[in-house]
């Protein structure tokens, strides 16, 4: 039994992780920007899964609430055994003609946090000879839809650097490329899910149980259903020109 500090816990996958890690009785932090949905999370799964749940409230896209992540990280009277860096979001524009802040705003929450997060993880759980690390990518970071693209290929090919540099330290690094899940990402981004068809879809439940098993069989990249592995499959021998082609910017299901 250890700690597991869940970034984006309030909401789809990482909710349903936070959920699986309770049930291994894991006592939990829990971090989001939304204090009041944060209290009733950690309410509910200190009444069924009977562990110890901490808030950790914090905007992730700002250097206080990376830092203060990081902080929580290096804190030895409780150690953290897992982190998953889970928080994302759909950026709801174009680059270009784009809002440059919004921009800034999605590349610290998804990359600089990531980066800041794992720095400190990785030292400390090094150190102690133990520890797991989950970062949530996307299948997204085989395509060319902008800079979510960009920022989901970083989080990737980052989490395969990390997983050789911690190799036999005792810490396990993965990084989730899921497809379609169901959860607010959509509808949070203005974005109707409705339009892709259901075949396409899994739920943040078995991306949850995905991910936790792949950390236990030591998996670095893992890509959650057959359907996925099989595109991904054919992303990486696909030209990249065909990649831009079908799955560029329109991809995102954004109304044009
Ligand atoms: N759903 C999909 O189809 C899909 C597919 C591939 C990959 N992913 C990736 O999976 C991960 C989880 O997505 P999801 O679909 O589960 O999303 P979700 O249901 O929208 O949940 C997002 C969570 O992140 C928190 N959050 C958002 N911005 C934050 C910020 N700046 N600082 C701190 N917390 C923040 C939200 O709470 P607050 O709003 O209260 O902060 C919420 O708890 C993301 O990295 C996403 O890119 C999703």
């Known amino acids: 039994m250890g700690s597991a500090l869940i970034t984006g816990a309030t909401s789809g996958i990482g909710l349903e992780l936070a959920w699986e890690l309770a049930a291994e009785r894991n006592d939990l932090v829990l971090v989001a920007r939304g204090l009041e ?41 409780k150690p953290i055994g897992i982190l998953v860096n889970n928080v994302g979001f759909g950026l709801s524009q174009e680059f270009v003609g784009g809002d440059l802040e919004r921009e800034l705003y999605g590349l610290d929450a998804m990359v600089r946090a990531t980066l800041i997060t794992c720095h400190a993880a990785a030292e400390v ?31 990737r090919t980052f989490t395969e650097g990390l997983a050789v540099d911690l190799k036999g330290s005792g810490v396990a690094v993965a990084a989730i490329c899921p497809g379609l899940v169901h959860t607010d990402f959509h509808s949070s981004a203005g974005v109707d899910a409705g339009q892709w068809p259901e075949y396409f879809f899994t739920t ?23 359907r ?3 595109l991904a499959a054919l992303l990486k021998v696909a030209p990249r020109a065909l990649v831009r082609a079908v799955a560029g910017p329109e991809m995102s299901g954004r109304p044009a």
């Open 204 to 226: 943040p439940a078995h991306v949850a149980r995905v991910s936790l098993n792949a950390l236990r069989h030591g998996r670095v990249i893992v890509t959650p259903t057959l």
């Open 228 to 230: 996925y592995k099989t």
């Open 125 to 155: 759980m090094a150190r102690r000879g133990y520890g797991a690390i989950l970062n949530i990518s996307s299948m997204a970071s085989l395509t060319a839809q902008g800079t979510y693209s960009a920022h989901k290929a970083w989080v």
């Open 37 to 77: 949905r944060l209290e009733s999370v950690a309410e509910q799964i200190r009444q069924k899964a009977g562990v110890q749940v901490e808030l950790l409230p914090a905007d992730l896209a700002t250097e206080e609430g990376a830092r203060a992540v990081a902080a929580r990280l290096y804190a030895e009277n």
